[in-house]
């Protein structure tokens, strides 16, 4: 089986759109959440995320966003952000919002999927000694989160312990570009797909990853999108400049 695996989506649609059109054929989407906010298309980017299907785990904004969560936990920008989303979702887009379940999920034997970690969705997993700790204490050996915005994967290999933790090296970022990586044997593993509507690599391009569970390989990949178009639908709608500023900068 071939999996689509898209995170942190953030009413990006061009972004998505941009994604999909380069998404290689796949059997099933895993969507990591973060669906809306930020971003200035969160109905349409929510109605193409539900028609894409299958498995889908809450995302912090999607909590805040559709009011499950108060947005204490959110910076004023992210604060603004949500409630403006919440003011111009279709209730039915709410109501589906607000139902996602928590993760992790175990769409199979073998694969978790989370927001942020197992242990806590909200989590941010940015340091790899964060990883090895949950990643000793898994109980999957394929972990897959989102939440930080950074195409990354931990390593704990059962013998050796844990392995360098792998960024996609991609030679002079442009134009689209993927990064296979196999899948080892007794080795446990935390890919993040990386974001696809609000990067934070540095790399502004969107971020998704393909899970082939017959060659047991994850392939990284990066596209380009119309990122001013998305920027200027940022400032039509009155959303915080910052929010269109930060696509442009990958950060
Ligand atoms: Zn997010």
Not at 52 to 58: N, T
Not at 173 to 181: A, M
Not at 183 to 210: E, H, I, W
């Given at each position: 089986m071939r999996l689509l695996i898209l995170s942190d989506i953030h009413a990006n649609l061009e972004a998505l759109e941009a994604c999909l059109d380069a998404a290689p054929e796949h059997d099933q989407v895993y969507n990591l959440g973060?669906?809306?906010?930020?971003?200035?298309?969160?109905?349409?980017?929510?109605?193409?995320?539900?028609?894409?299907?299958?498995?889908?785990?809450?995302?912090?904004?999607?909590?805040?966003?559709?009011?499950?969560?108060d947005l204490a936990d959110f910076n004023p920008i992210a604060g603004l952000a949500a409630l403006w989303t919440?003011?111009?979702?279709?209730?039915?887009?709410?109501?589906?919002?607000?139902?996602?379940p928590q993760g992790p999920l175990a769409p199979m034997a073998n694969v978790q999927?989370?927001?942020?970690?197992?242990?806590d969705e909200d989590e941010y997993v940015l340091m790899a000694s964060d990883a090895y700790l949950l990643l000793a204490q898994a109980t999957a050996p394929l972990i897959f989160f989102g939440h930080t915005?950074?195409?990354?994967?931990?390593?704990?290999?059962?013998?050796?312990?844990?392995?360098?933790?792998?960024?996609?090296a991609y030679k002079q970022p442009r134009g689209k570009q993927s990064v296979k990586l196999e899948l080892k044997p007794d080795t446990?593993?935390?890919?993040?797909?990386?974001?696809?509507?609000?990067?934070?690599?540095?790399?502004p391009?969107?971020?998704?990853?393909?899970?082939?569970?017959?060659?047991?390989?994850i392939t990284f990949h990066r596209v380009p999108y119309d990122i001013e178009r998305a920027q200027e639908k940022i400032i039509a709608a009155g959303l915080p400049e910052r929010l269109a500023a930060r696509l442009a900068e990958g950060r």
């Amino acid at each position: 089986m071939r999996l689509l695996i898209l995170s942190d989506i953030h009413a990006n649609l061009e972004a998505l759109e941009a994604c999909l059109d380069a998404a290689p054929e796949h059997d099933q989407v895993y969507n990591l959440g973060d669906i809306v906010g930020y971003g200035a298309n969160p109905n349409e980017v929510t109605e193409r995320s539900r028609d894409l299907g299958s498995i889908f785990v809450r995302g912090n904004h999607d909590k805040a966003c559709s009011g499950v969560s108060d947005l204490a936990d959110f910076n004023p920008i992210a604060g603004l952000a949500a409630l403006w989303t919440r003011q111009k979702l279709a209730p039915d887009h709410l109501e589906f919002l607000r139902e996602l379940p928590q993760g992790p999920l175990a769409p199979m034997a073998n694969v978790q999927l989370v927001h942020g970690s197992p242990r806590d969705e909200d989590e941010y997993v940015l340091m790899a000694s964060d990883a090895y700790l949950l990643l000793a204490q898994a109980t999957a050996p394929l972990i897959f989160f989102g939440h930080t915005h950074v195409q990354r994967c931990f390593l704990l290999d059962a013998s050796k312990g844990p392995g360098k933790s792998l960024v996609p090296a991609y030679k002079q970022p442009r134009g689209k570009q993927s990064v296979k990586l196999e899948l080892k044997p007794d080795t446990r593993y935390m890919v993040n797909p990386g974001s696809v509507g609000q990067p934070r690599d540095n790399d502004p391009r969107a971020a998704f990853l393909l899970y082939d569970t017959e060659e047991n390989s994850i392939t990284f990949h990066r596209v380009p999108y119309d990122i001013e178009r998305a920027q200027e639908k940022i400032i039509a709608a009155g959303l915080p400049e910052r929010l269109a500023a930060r696509l442009a900068e990958g950060r």
